[in-house]
């Protein structure tokens, strides 16, 4: 009886976070990929290497913040519920302030409020997830997966009602994560913790995380994402355009095949990472990676599909490996701290170099409106290439070594 009842729990808890993350995804997805096509239907294109960038301006600030207040201070729960309403209303407004052709300089503020906004949501719900779990190696991969699930969801619906290119793609994410808010409610928000004393500047706003970065191996996988994050970064804002040129329409559900093979390899995560050492698990995501841009080289519209295909395997065996390997291996009260510095060097260094750098990339590679794909993704595959080779010489893990990288970091 007490298996049963154990199991039934547990089958709570699971469902539980899977719709959560369904709702998540599909409200992340209905602003991200549409927004640059939205941007260019409005006159916008001059502003949009700089709206995308505004999330690694977010990331800098927002996600070792709200990432302590859930260490330190309130229900990771409650801060994700607060910060879900903020996003809703943020979103809102960008999209009225686009639909009635404000000033190109407001409407990017008001983008990155809402990046201000959304940018620690994603840390802060798998922070809540992993705290739920008894062995995330094998159960995290299968639930995460449903985030995509709905990343999928929404950008067909956007695409289903002609919103591709509008602001109203906006507005149903704003309702979305309205949604999100509410859902909160029905998760357990646990004990807020504890007060631990006088709290220093550094502390309070979560720059403590940044000691985690003295463990060799802590610091490589770090420093990886973030790498891997500049190319990758080229993706969404330029894809869709490619696309374009090739003769696609709905590009936004195009995009979507790659959350087909990453709700694969997903599930699939829970096998591999009890069989074979985390180090080739990255490495094989990585090397993925340098494949996709060179199919996206061809610029032919099979092998772009493919490239796309491809996206998906690669993000898992590298973004959901790394914020696994956090969990295994750094202190429970560094948890939300450490997703939150995953945050800031993938969405913030990462991104920042990645957006402005691929933006300048791309216009360097397009001339009298006409862009040379092959040219600008054997860039893209080339810088991907030097991330693969940086951690294979710089990784050693816990089969090479005897230190054991699991500890609380010494501040």
């Known amino acids: 009886m007490r298996a049963i009842l154990r199991a039934h729990k547990t089958l709570q808890e699971h469902s539980e976070l899977a719709l959560l993350f369904l709702i998540q995804g599909a409200a992340m997805g209905m602003w991200f990929v549409p927004l640059s096509s939205v941007l260019d239907a409005h006159g916008l294109h001059d502003i949009k290497p700089y709206a995308f960038a505004t999330s690694a301006v977010a990331a800098f600030i927002s996600p070792l913040f709200f990432g302590a207040m859930a260490d330190r201070h309130a229900s990771p729960v409650t801060v994700l519920r607060g910060l879900s309403l903020a996003t809703a209303g943020a979103m809102a407004l960008a999209a009225f302030a686009i639909e009635r052709g404000a000033s190109p300089w407001l409407i990017l503020a008001i983008i990155q409020l809402h990046a201000l906004c959304s940018s ?17 190696k094998r159960q995290f991969g299968p639930i995460r997966a449903v985030v995509t699930l709905g990343w999928m969801a929404g950008c067909l619906l956007v695409s289903a009602l002609n919103a591709d290119a509008s602001p109203h793609a906006a507005y149903y994410g704003a309702v979305t994560w309205l949604i999100v808010s509410a859902f909160t409610f029905l998760l357990p928000a646990g004990d807020a913790p504890k007060p631990n004393g006088h709290l220093t500047l550094r502390e309070r706003f979560g720059l403590d995380a940044l000691s985690l970065l003295k463990n060799r191996d802590h610091r490589v996988v770090f420093i990886t994402v973030a790498l ?171 089969g090479a070594s005897a230190e054991k990288a699991t500890t609380t970091p010494v501040a």
């Not at 620690?120 to 995330?136: E, G, K, Q, V, Y």
């Not at 969990?327 to 969405?347: I, N």
């Open 120 to 136: 620690p949501t994603w840390s802060i719900a798998s922070t809540i997830c992993f705290s739920r779990l008894t062995d995330a």
């Open 228 to 398: 891997f994050n500049i190319p990758i970064a080229a993706f969404y804002p330029s894809t869709p355009l490619q696309l374009t040129e090739l003769g696609f329409t709905h590009t936004t559900a195009w995009m979507t095949l790659g959350q087909v093979t990453e709700i694969l390899a997903m599930i699939a995560l829970a096998g591999l990472l009890t069989g074979w050492r985390l180090k080739w698990v990255f490495v094989i995501g990585l090397a993925l990676g340098i494949v996709r841009f060179g199919l996206c080289a061809l610029n032919e519209a099979h092998w772009v599909l493919i490239g796309i295909t491809l996206h998906g395997v690669s993000y898992t065996l590298v973004y959901i490996t790394a914020q696994i390997y956090l969990d295994d291996r750094v202190d429970s009260a560094w948890r939300a701290r450490a997703q939150a510095l995953m945050s800031l060097m993938t969405g913030g260094v990462g991104n920042l170099l990645g957006y402005l750098g691929t933006g300048w990339w791309l216009a360097a590679n397009t001339s009298a409106g006409n862009t040379s794909w092959p040219q600008f993704w054997i860039g893209i595959t080339l810088a991907n290439a030097v991330v693969l080779v940086y951690f294979l010489a710089a990784y050693r893990g816990r």
